[in-house]
């Protein structure tokens, strides 16, 4: 039988934690404030969206095996869905990421939610380039070839070895899109635990400041 | 920034409010942004260039084939001078006093004479020239084997890399050794044997990777697809594709001076280690973007903001 003089047990803590930060009616709210309406909200949404597709495709490749896509029409269509999305995806992402810069997004202790986006922003380079490395073609080829320089000359080559299809295979359908999806689902959570930050000159007049 | 700014700031809005349907609006996005994929999947495709095989470089371009496999037996190839990861025949790039491959020291080790010649030609069976030089090479000493590989390399290049024109000398079973490269390369059996090293299972295609790219024919190749470094190559993709737009930044660095000058000291020697260091450090300032004084100021001096929120600062007249 617990007491009140009892320490409070880490699952308890978490509990109140996120009930407290993140009930359910900020996790799926029907309202928004009144200034979330701009085109520029779009892009967050639409980022998500081509993450979801080059999972999907993505899953759908690695099921089928990594030359599959060379010698199947189904397979080329496949790797075409896949890899116009992730050219979506990016280009959603870096409309994103300028329009929450010129937001200054960071503001009302929404640092940490910054700081996940460019980190998946970051991430999601690295992921790309692994992709682009196992296609198992000319590009591949030459991309491995060349990019192994720039690692080795900072010692990350000893490690990371960008010629080593097996390597770069592994970590672009496991190890990365895990990482990736666990900063995205943190920042997406924050979004919603700290609310979509307000316009910049919103407390203008609660702080007898000019516009 | 006011203390009292960013409570306001991080409090839960109280302001005026309206419907929002977020579920809607994700399946919405999926459904748009997967018809417009499918749609440009459908009209253009994918790129997908073949890939260069040992057996299309010795075929399209023997000489180059040849000449390449007897710098791998002098190790005045590319791979054979390179330095860390692969071996210790030099100190590799800088960052001043700094020799961050060397110091990692050799984890990927490549000795292109065995791996790249030798090694593979003893995995099939030769015809009688290939196997007696094969035998001749193994019974002698390491000195002796430089010596002869190196004599046949200078010559080679001297006639530019035309092995009618190369005088007598002492070359040991080096012309035969490249000889019976050449020919295992021509039949198609020289890539798997690469890969395998005389293993079954094996997804590491380093040494294959590393001896392509010591020979012209894939370089001319990747010249003729606007792939190089010195041309934004690792932003472009062969065909007319979208490639990694997103590393344009990267890309940029290796056009301009004195990153573009590999003569230059210190920095267009050492242009990879520095890139690689420079882009490090605007990939942190992206992720404190926030911390970093007069950068995180800028987008109240320059008020694109007011474009985001017009309809709100001209209901609330702000």
């Known amino acids: 039988m617990s007491t009140s003089t009892e320490k409070e047990m880490w699952v308890t803590k978490l509990r109140k934690g996120w009930q407290k930060n993140l009930p359910v009616d900020k996790l799926l709210p029907d309202t928004q404030p009144a200034y979330v309406a701009s085109w520029i909200y779009l892009f967050g949404v639409a980022t998500l969206a081509s993450l979801g597709l080059i999972i999907a495709t993505g899953l759908w490749l690695s099921f089928e095996g990594a030359s599959w896509y060379h010698g199947s029409n189904v397979g080329h269509f496949v790797n075409s869905l896949h890899f116009w999305s992730v050219q979506f995806f990016f280009i959603f992402m870096v409309v994103h990421l300028w329009g929450k810069f010129w937001m200054a997004a960071w503001r009302g202790r929404r640092m940490l939610t910054w700081i996940t986006g460019a980190l998946a922003f970051v991430g999601s380079i690295a992921t790309a380039f692994t992709g682009y490395l196992v296609q198992s073609n000319f590009d591949s080829q030459w991309i491995s070839y060349e990019a192994k320089d720039g690692f080795n000359s900072v010692g990350i080559g000893s490690r990371f070895t960008v010629t080593n299809f097996g390597q770069m295979l592994l970590l672009h359908v496991a190890f990365l899109p895990v990482i990736i999806g666990v900063i995205t689902l943190i920042h997406v959570l924050l979004v919603r635990a700290k609310g979509v930050v307000p316009p910049i000159d919103a407390f203008n007049k609660e702080l007898g400041e000019r516009k | ?318």
């Open chain 2, 1 to 318: 920034m006011s203390d009292r700014r960013t409570e306001l700031e991080s409090a839960p809005w109280g302001g005026r409010t309206r419907r929002y349907d977020l579920i809607k609006e994700g399946v919405v996005a999926v459904v748009i942004v997967a018809i417009v994929v499918a749609a440009l999947s459908t009209l253009f495709g994918s790129p997908d260039d073949k890939q260069v095989t040992f057996k299309e470089w010795a075929t399209a371009a023997p000489a180059d084939f040849y000449a390449t496999s007897v710098q791998e037996l002098a190790g005045s190839s590319g791979t054979g001078g390179y330095g860390a990861p692969y071996n210790k025949a030099s100190d590799g790039v800088n960052l001043g006093p700094l020799y961050l491959a060397k110091l990692l020291g050799v984890t990927h080790p490549v000795d292109t004479v065995n791996d790249f010649v030798i090694t593979p030609l003893t995995t099939v069976s030769n015809a009688a020239p290939v196997a007696d030089a094969l035998k001749q090479w193994q019974a002698s000493d390491v000195k002796t084997q430089s010596t002869w590989a190196t004599n046949y390399d200078n010559a080679l290049t001297k006639v530019s890399q035309d092995q009618a024109k190369v005088p007598a000398g002492n070359y040991g079973p080096v012309p035969e050794l490249a000889a019976g490269l050449l020919t295992m390369a021509q039949a198609g059996s020289l890539d798997g044997a690469l890969l395998s090293q005389g293993n079954y299972f094996q997804t590491d295609n380093t040494k294959q990777t590393l001896f392509l790219g010591d020979g012209s024919y894939f370089n001319d190749k990747s010249t003729a697809s606007n792939l190089q470094g010195s041309t934004w190559g690792m932003m472009n993709e062969t065909g007319r594709y979208p490639g990694q737009a997103w590393l344009w930044l990267y890309s940029f660095w290796y056009q301009i001076p004195p990153f573009n000058n590999g003569d230059s000291h210190p920095f267009g020697a050492n242009a990879d280690a520095w890139i690689m260091v420079i882009m490090g450090a605007l990939s942190l300032g992206l992720i404190i973007m926030p911390l970093i004084p007069i950068v995180n100021r800028l987008p109240y001096k320059i008020k694109i903001h007011r474009l985001v929120w017009k309809n709100y600062y001209q209901e609330e007249n702000l």
